[in-house]
Each structure stands twice: as C-alpha cells, then as structure tokens.
C-alpha cells in the first residue's frame, strides 16, 4: 500500500533546508487549506527546474540554457571575470555590486582533506578562458576561509602564468565569514575597494 | 517567452509560508547543488497532495479516501468527540496524549464579524454526530482566543441540547494563545486535566 499522501508530504518537504517536522507541518497544512493553485504551481517549477537546469557551458552557473544568462548579455564586459565559489555568491554579487563583466563558479573550494581537487573546480575551463586576450583581470572573491584562501592562492598563480591582473575582495567581508551570507552594503563596500594582490 | 525556471522556482517556493526572498534561494541551490532527488519527489508529493487530499466525510480532516484514518480506526472509541478548530490541532493532541476517541474539525471559529457562521464550520455533521446515542462527551479544543471562545460556547448549547457531557481543556493552556503552538507537556497536562463545564 502507497504512503500515505499526507504523511509522504511532510516527509518530502524535509528536504528543503532549515524545514524541521514542525514547519513541514505548518507548510502542508497552509497550502493544503489555503493556496492548493501555490502548491500545483510549485510542483511544475520544482519538476521543471530539476529536470531543466543544468551547468553554463562557460561558467558552471545555473541555467536552463547552454550558456547562462550572464554569459549571453553582450553589454557585459569581457575584460574582467570574477570567480567565487557558488550561484549564491554570484547572486550576491550581482544584487549588491554594479559588476559588468563576467563570473566563474568553482562550485567548491580547494581541500586535499576531502579529495577536492582543481578538476572539481573546473579549473581546466577557467585556464582556458584566463588564456583569452581580451581578459585582463580576475577577481577572486571566494570566501575568506582557510580553504577559500587556499583556493584565492592557486587561483592567483593561474592568472600570473597567463599575465592577468589579479584583485580579491577588500577587507569588510568579514574574516572566517560565508560570502552568501554577508550583508548588502558591506559586500557592496568590499566589491568596490578591492585592492590589486601585491605582486601581481 | 517562458520564465526562466530558476526565477519561477524562486517565486514558486515562496508561496510557503514562512520563506522569503532569502530562504527561497537558499532551499532552491541547495536542491540543484545537492539534491535533486529530494527535489523531483517533493514535486511528486505537492502535485499528489494537492490534487488527492479532501475532507474526511465524518470529521472534516484532511484524507486522501473518504473518511480519514482516525475515523476508520476501529480501535477507538465512539464515546468521545473532540472538536478542534483546525487540522494542526489534531496533529497536536495526537502527539501530546493518548486521547483515543474520535474528532471533529471546525476549520475555524464563528465569528460573525468575518460573516463566519456555524454552517461554515460544518455543525450541522457535528449536530448529527452527536445525535448518535454513543457518544457521551464532547471535549472542546478550540482555542483560548476570543472567537475560539464563543465557538466553545455554542457548541455547548448544542451538546446539551443532545445530552452529551461537555469538557473543555483545563487551565494550562495559556491565555490567547493558539493551540497548535502549545508545548507538548503544557498541551499533555490541560488535556489530561480538563474538567466539566459547570451546568452540564
Ligand atoms: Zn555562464
Ligand atoms: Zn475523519
């Protein structure tokens, strides 16, 4: 006999992050009450973008096209790419900032402990498009963890091998903090003074 | 041209109460990143919930057959009918204590200011419930608000008018507050110690 279809949707509700039994509860019974058509259309969007979206060919962002939105707007600069290290940085980035050139999600941080490697981070993609003429500077703007660090180190010997201008965030992210979860205007004030790595 | 899937996810996820621009991002990465399983499933359960889950005949909960699982169950008792005014409260006492009579959901409280009347509530099944000769008590659960009050007290009139002693949950339950978001023990303890209505 099926689960019940109740009880099989508090179950699969828990799969969201942050949604315990008890807001499992509240959600189903809120949409069961009130917004039947909310639920149905979330399950068409859910359905869809699971199926749909899949990794930008250039820049490893979300989307539901070969190439990603950012990727495919001409207006946008070719000179600079900012690399960081998941779609929720460059969100960030993007609400925050005025930024016009293009990004690189690494999806990960460099961390020999846990067998990530620069191949997971599509490292290979990115020294193909550092190899370009037309790029002159990367920002790094991964996290200011030890592995972020460790990954804005590789990445900077990347980018001198192919003679382009390296910059990282300014101090005001907050030191061992998440980029995703930093506020607007101390994002945007870090975006904005960012300071070229010595030696670069 | 179609939304781009990521914005409907986006907007679609926010019908769920509780979850703003914010966590919507969040719940959709973490979905894409690392679990698209738990995504295509909960997509299954919504548009399975949505289009199955009806009131139960007898005592208007939520079900996917006709008359919902606690009614069905013969183990329990017909003596006792325990009025709540939502779905979540059911749940709770459920939960709570070992109460093993029957329900009823009003799926609200009169309130003639919102042009809420007693056949919203569906009293009429509720009055042809307790016409039945087995059951002997009418334990009231609505909540300790205002409304839930004057609800408690026309459900009174009609329990007397059938000779159905009524008892409503004891003192423990704190003032205004709403039933579904009592603690366990605060929830165990009034419903253990309810009393009769003086005068029935
Ligand atoms: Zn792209
Ligand atoms: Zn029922």
């Not at 500077?137 to 804005?152: D, F, H, K, M, S």
């Not at 930093?182 to 030696?199: E, N």
């Amino acid at each position: 006999m099926a689960a019940d279809p109740f009880d099989e949707l508090l179950e699969a509700l828990r799969c969201l992050p942050g949604v315990g039994a008890r807001s499992a509860q509240r959600m189903a019974l809120e949409l069961l009450e009130r917004d039947r058509d909310g639920g149905r259309r979330l399950a068409r969007a859910l359905e869809t973008a699971m199926r749909d979206i899949q990794r930008c060919a250039s820049c490893r962002n979300f989307t539901a096209s070969e190439h990603c939105r950012i990727c495919r707007d001409d207006r946008r600069s070719d000179r600079v790419i900012c690399a960081v290290e998941s779609p929720a940085d460059v969100l960030a980035i993007e609400q925050a900032t005025g930024f016009d050139g293009r990004y690189f999600v690494l999806l990960g941080r460099l961390s020999p402990l846990d067998g990530i490697g620069p191949e997971d981070l599509g490292l290979d993609l990115l020294e193909a498009r550092l190899s370009d003429a037309a790029v002159e500077e990367l920002i790094i703007a991964t996290n200011t963890t030890v592995e972020g660090e460790a990954t804005a180190y590789y990445l900077r010997e990347m980018a001198d091998r192919h003679d382009v201008r390296v910059s990282r965030l300014a101090q005001g992210v907050p030191l061992g903090g998440e980029l995703e979860h930093t506020d607007r205007s101390t994002l945007a004030h870090a975006f904005a003074s960012r300071l070229p790595l010595a030696g670069s």
